[in-house]
């Protein structure tokens, strides 16, 4: 298995399941230190696994540390692409320039791209294997306060629908998984192995992006902030029922950040809640009677 932008949680969570389970992994990252660290840990499980730096912008770089991988371990069976974020790079939709839309579509797409060219043809002579993509919320649903981010992904997330439509004639599955809230690496990785071993649907959304596409509403009107999410204006007075479910969804969002971050505080879940009433919620219910269906369609997945 080579796992492609690994971390502290959903990389470190794959390279244990799919270790314990007999494979042996290949890691790639910017940093090859943090990778020798983790082959060290990964040891100490009794998982083989070997660690290259490349970063995914460099596509020539990174081709070349999948080839080590190959040539340490041979052919890959599974590849897993999951290049972390980076949020200072992220612009909302009005300062997108094609600059800072390049910088994301060469890490989401052009590095996935170059990623899956490198070992797909191996696959496909063997007649199996595995290409899995974990892709950010906005994948499914538009998000323009960090918009260079949501088109990279989204274009990802279409890129390895193409793929699972015609490598699944070859032996081989595609599979992604859109990550809508906080997640557990360990559940994450165990999704993937499910997924890879069931080989039924490609896409699997972990949580509702639609919760996000709320909260979105209000960073687009001007009165709230991308992260840590909170209100930054005057929530107005609701212009019709969908309006209002897309508020009480939000500020329920925006009250779950508070309480998992801290940042806020206990005043401002209150503040919060009472903002909710206000409009005819019910901060006793889920999404304090907000209804997602009302915000928008439910989601489509292939």
Same mark, same amino acid.
Request: aromatic fraction near 8%.
């Given at each position: 298995?080579?796992?492609?932008?690994?971390?502290?949680?959903?990389?470190?969570?794959?390279? !244990?399941?799919?270790?314990?389970?007999?494979?042996? &992994?290949?890691?790639?990252?910017?940093?090859?230190?943090?990778?020798?660290?983790?082959?060290?840990?990964?040891?100490?499980?009794? &998982?083989?696994?070997?660690?290259?730096?490349?970063?995914?912008?460099?596509?020539?770089?990174?081709?070349?540390?999948?080839?080590? =991988?190959?040539?340490?371990?041979?052919?890959?069976?599974?590849? $897993? *692409? %999951?290049?972390?974020?980076?949020?200072?790079?992220?612009?909302?939709?009005?300062?997108?320039?094609?600059?800072?839309? @390049?910088?994301?579509?060469?890490?989401?797409?052009? +590095?996935?791209?170059?990623?899956?060219?490198?070992?797909?043809?191996?696959?496909?002579?063997?007649?199996?294997?595995?290409?899995?993509?974990?892709?950010?919320?906005?994948?499914?649903?538009?998000?323009?306060?960090?918009?260079?981010?949501?088109?990279?992904?989204? /274009?990802?997330?279409? *890129?390895?629908?193409?793929?699972?439509?015609?490598?699944?004639?070859? +032996?081989?599955?595609?599979?992604?998984? %859109? &990550?809508?809230?906080? !997640?557990?690496?360990? $559940? =994450?990785?165990?999704? *993937?192995?499910?997924?890879?071993?069931?080989?039924?649907? #490609?896409?699997?959304?972990?949580?509702?992006?639609?919760?996000?596409? /709320?909260? $979105?509403?209000?960073?687009?009107? +001007? =009165?709230?902030?991308?992260?840590?999410?909170?209100?930054?204006?005057?929530?107005?007075?609701? @212009?019709?029922?969908? $309006?209002?479910?897309?508020?009480?969804?939000?500020?329920?969002?925006?009250?779950? #950040?508070?309480?998992?971050?801290?940042?806020?505080?206990?005043?401002?879940?209150?503040?919060?809640?009472?903002?909710?009433?206000?409009? +005819?919620?019910?901060?006793?219910?889920?999404?304090?009677?907000?209804?997602?269906?009302?915000?928008?369609?439910?989601?489509?997945?292939?």
């Amino acid at each position: 298995m080579a796992i492609i932008g690994m971390g502290p949680r959903i990389g470190v969570s794959l390279a !244990h399941k799919f270790g314990r389970e007999g494979y042996r &992994i290949g890691l790639v990252s910017r940093n090859q230190k943090s990778l020798d660290k983790y082959v060290k840990e990964l040891a100490n499980l009794g &998982i083989e696994s070997v660690g290259f730096a490349a970063d995914v912008h460099d596509r020539p770089g990174l081709q070349s540390a999948i080839e080590k =991988i190959v040539e340490h371990f041979g052919p890959i069976d599974v590849l $897993e *692409y %999951s290049p972390m974020l980076d949020d200072y790079s992220l612009v909302d939709v009005m300062r997108l320039d094609v600059e800072n839309a @390049q910088y994301q579509l060469d890490m989401q797409l052009h +590095g996935a791209i170059t990623a899956v060219r490198t070992v797909v043809n191996d696959m496909i002579k063997k007649g199996d294997g595995a290409l899995l993509f974990t892709l950010g919320v906005t994948a499914n649903l538009p998000g323009p306060s960090h918009s260079n981010g949501a088109i990279g992904v989204a /274009a990802l997330r279409h *890129y390895a629908i193409m793929l699972n439509m015609t490598l699944k004639f070859k +032996g081989i599955y595609v599979g992604t998984i %859109s &990550i809508g809230k906080d !997640h557990i690496g360990d $559940e =994450i990785a165990d999704i *993937y192995w499910e997924k890879m071993h069931k080989r039924e649907s #490609c896409e699997t959304i972990y949580g509702d992006p639609r919760i996000h596409g /709320a909260y $979105e509403v209000l960073t687009a009107m +001007g =009165i709230g902030q991308i992260f840590p999410p909170r209100l930054t204006g005057v929530l107005p007075k609701p @212009q019709n029922e969908k $309006e209002r479910h897309t508020f009480l969804v939000a500020l329920n969002h925006a009250a779950d #950040c508070a309480r998992l971050l801290g940042a806020e505080g206990p005043a401002e879940i209150r503040r919060l809640e009472e903002l909710a009433k206000a409009i +005819g919620g019910d901060i006793n219910a889920e999404f304090w009677g907000g209804d997602l269906d009302q915000c928008f369609p439910p989601m489509v997945t292939f």
